[in-house]
């Protein structure tokens, strides 16, 4: 199947059991893979789901084919957390499309997910730890630096060391389910047609965008980085504990922070802000919002966008800038 | 057509034809003078005591050129050789490759190469079956043609001194080049025209003339800009250009094809069409046979265990984040690198999603127990890892790899041997 593995995950942590669903059939009655999510979250009701999910294009060569999503239900109101950076990716490489998550764990537990295989790990260890110490762990006890994940800190779900957009309680949901951590390492690929690679090749690139900063941030600035496959570069990296201006790699072990979520940097305070990080505590607290609302600030766009990007994969940010909106680059 | 378009034509079912007397191929036998109907020939590779890494680019490249006949065969496995009709020996531990064999398998590949069947020799492959007079490799005088590339005493190294050179009694063995190196074909058969193609080169045999039952294929022509120099550059230009690079010697009924560079390297198609020419032009000059042999259809339809899937999954983890580790361990006359630990591990991941393998219950044991031997000594490795540690690894490794690599290219399953395999 054209990018897509056509394959979800359904872990039961009251039963610890996993098993391997076909969902081909799903994925082509649908626009995308929010959609996709959205019906995978009514056919598991039953087990209070959390559903995690990718989108057409997510891991493809397709520019900024970066995003996907965590999808669930509090208090019979739908949420969806935006995901980028690389989550999306090395989890639709691990040989699946989506993961849903039932039910809760009697102890606390982790997932460890690569080349079609997932496995429960006890946790117990990782409940005192911060998110950057679960994330040192992880990448440790995998043996392997590339590993991504989804880490639940103190009042939200961070993408890795860097935080994210979860200001919705989506980290509360992962507590809820005695769920630490969701642990990646993608080595699949996903196939592609020749046909589709050429089209792709051809979509506008964009090119690094200007970033809404103090002059004082501004000076921090080691480094500019960028989701996948993506050239818009929206995450600096801000050295605080070292010479911005240096050229090699830092030999202090923390030497600075990216913010997933600029809105961390909205006191101009970047120790803060790291410590925040560290931590996985959103400086927005919990809201209710059905989609965070500042990532809609940081996309610029309606939640309705947002989740036709989420179908594609794509992230709406990109779209708007670079696509000017143009869905007809989507058709393939 | 190229004689690559027609392996893959033949790989998705065409009938395919070359012509022996002129070098083409085709899918209409009318078209050709002298046509030939090619057809999948069964490949035995030693990838016993002595074997390095480089076998594993052999089974990738018939692989992907259709000729998957393939069975993977150790030290301890030397009756199978009467069962291929090419046998396929590469690159590692000419010395080990020697003793591993021993006087058993010299005499099985003796008798092979007399009754009919090429022996395909890269690199420690080649140099295994040329006239010596050291022991164990005396068992294997063969081929009485001597290298070029001897040296009384030793120049000045300038690059990667582990690499470039051994020591044969008093004397040396001296790779002056490593990597890509142009070589120029003869223009008769197999290869039919003169052209230059680009092949690896790493410590492979540099010819001096055959005489005799010999013929000369290909020779060193020039450098390139990858080409590597570990010794000053006016050794190398004494030394390799204009010596046979690619030699033929025939014995008996069959023949040995000897190469100094590694033309089943996967990163070198017009190299590869080379070793691909020698086996289309010998298919048509082979006694046709009237079965596939039986070691190809054994066991039951079966999907690999999730138990083995992780332990791969995991070992190829780990295999790749040290692949940048600075260390290197000597076993026997060979250095190996943490590099060439995740080539072992790759060639089971990236063909362990395959729905359906033909495997004995027994094969399947063999394969967990022997890789989890390999991941409990890979979770520990350094530089300062013991040789012998990293010997055990690599040895677990290719264990786990023959018995999985002959499942994986197995056509079926016990009593169904098919007639329909052979034209």
């Given at each position: 199947m054209e990018f897509w593995n056509g394959r979800c995950l359904l872990v039961d942590l009251k039963e610890h059991k996993v098993e391997d669903l076909e969902v081909e059939g799903l994925i082509s009655s649908v626009r995308g893979g929010y959609d996709a999510g959205n019906e995978l979250m009514k056919e598991h009701s039953d087990g209070e789901p959390l559903v995690i999910g990718t989108g057409i294009y997510t891991a493809s060569f397709f520019p900024s084919g970066c995003m996907g999503f965590v999808l669930w239900k509090r208090n019979g109101k739908n949420f969806c957390l935006p995901l980028n950076w690389f989550f999306p990716v090395e989890f639709k490489l691990t040989g699946f499309d989506f993961l849903v998550i039932k039910h809760s764990s009697p102890s606390p537990v982790r997932l460890w997910i690569r080349d079609g295989i997932c496995d429960i790990l006890p946790a117990e260890n990782l409940m005192g730890k911060d998110v950057w110490e679960t994330m040192d762990f992880l990448k440790d006890d995998h043996g392997d630096e590339k590993v991504q994940a989804l880490i639940a800190g103190n009042n939200s779900l961070s993408q890795g060391y860097w935080g994210g957009f979860d200001s919705n309680g989506c980290g509360e949901e992962f507590r809820k389910k005695n769920l630490k951590a969701v642990c990646v390492r993608g080595m699949g690929s996903i196939s592609i047609s020749e046909e589709s690679f050429k089209k792709m090749l051809k979509v506008p690139r964009g090119k690094e965008i200007e970033l809404n900063l103090s002059d004082e941030m501004k000076k921090l600035i080691h480094r500019r980085n960028a989701c996948f496959n993506c050239g818009l570069n929206c995450y600096p990296f801000f050295m605080i504990e070292d010479d911005p201006k240096i050229l090699k790699e830092s030999e202090k072990k923390e030497p600075g922070f990216i913010s997933l979520d600029p809105v961390y940097l909205k006191d101009g305070n970047p120790k803060v802000a790291m410590e925040m990080l560290r931590k996985g505590s959103h400086p927005e607290g919990l809201k209710d919002d059905e989609i965070p609302s500042s990532f809609l600030k940081f996309a610029g766009v309606e939640a309705s966008l947002v989740k036709e990007c989420l179908n594609f994969g794509v992230c709406p940010l990109f779209f708007m800038k670079v696509l000017n909106g143009d869905k007809s680059h989507f058709n393939f | 057509m190229d004689v690559l378009s027609a392996m893959m034509r033949m790989r998705e079912g065409e009938r395919v034809f070359m012509d022996e007397t002129l070098g083409i191929f085709s899918t209409d036998a009318d078209a050709l003078q002298s046509p030939v109907e090619l057809?999948?020939?069964?490949?035995?590779?030693?990838?016993?005591?002595?074997?390095?890494?480089?076998?594993?680019?052999?089974?990738?490249?018939?692989?992907?050129?259709?000729?998957?006949?393939?069975?993977?065969?150790?030290?301890?496995?030397?009756?199978?050789?009467?069962?291929?009709?090419?046998?396929?020996?590469?690159?590692?531990?000419?010395?080990?490759?020697?003793?591993?064999?021993g006087k058993d398998g010299a005499e099985k590949i003796k008798k092979f190469v007399k009754e009919g069947g090429i022996y395909l020799g890269s690199c420690a492959g080649a140099y295994l079956v040329l006239y010596t007079s050291r022991a164990p490799l005396n068992l294997f005088n063969f081929v009485p043609v001597q290298i070029a590339n001897f040296e009384r005493e030793l120049p000045p190294v300038r690059a990667m001194r582990e690499k470039a050179f051994n020591r044969y009694a008093c004397c040396f063995i001296i790779h002056p080049v490593r990597d890509e190196v142009l070589i120029e074909t003869s223009p008769f058969p197999p290869f039919f025209s003169k052209e230059k193609i680009s092949a690896p080169i790493f410590g492979g045999p540099v010819f001096k003339e055959p005489e005799g039952r010999g013929r000369v294929l290909a020779r060193f022509s020039s450098f390139t800009e990858r080409t590597v120099f570990l010794f000053d550059r006016e050794i190398a230009e004494r030394v390799l250009p204009g010596k046979p690079a690619v030699i033929e010697w025939r014995m008996g009924d069959g023949a040995f094809y000897l190469f100094g560079p590694h033309l089943e390297h996967p990163s070198f198609k017009f190299a590869n069409s080379l070793l691909l020419k020698i086996i289309a032009y010998n298919i048509g000059k082979m006694r046709k046979r009237n079965s596939l042999s039986d070691i190809f259809f054994k066991g039951v339809p079966l999907k690999l265990p999730d138990s083995i899937r992780r332990l791969v999954s995991d070992m190829f983890m780990k295999a790749i984040s040290i692949g940048d580790m600075k260390a290197f361990w000597r076993i026997g006359e060979k250095y190996y690198m943490p590099e060439h630990i995740p080539v072992f591990v790759r060639a089971i991941h990236k063909r362990m999603f395959k729905k359906r393998i033909f495997i004995e219950k027994e094969e399947m044991e063999i394969i967990e127990e022997s890789l989890k031997v390999s991941k409990e000594i890979l979770s520990e490795i350094s530089p300062s890892t013991p040789e012998e540690k990293v010997e055990a690894l690599i040895s677990s490794l290719k264990d786990a790899l023959r018995i999985f690599l002959r499942a994986y290219f197995r056509r079926g399953e016990y009593g169904a041997l098919k007639l329909s395999q052979v034209s």
């Open positions: - | 057809r999948i020939p069964s490949i035995g590779i030693y990838t016993g005591k002595g074997a390095s890494h480089s076998w594993l680019w052999a089974v990738d490249t018939f692989e992907k050129y259709g000729l998957d006949l393939i069975f993977p065969f150790s030290e301890k496995e030397v009756n199978f050789i009467p069962h291929f009709e090419f046998l396929f020996v590469a690159g590692g531990d000419t010395f080990a490759l020697a003793d591993g064999l």
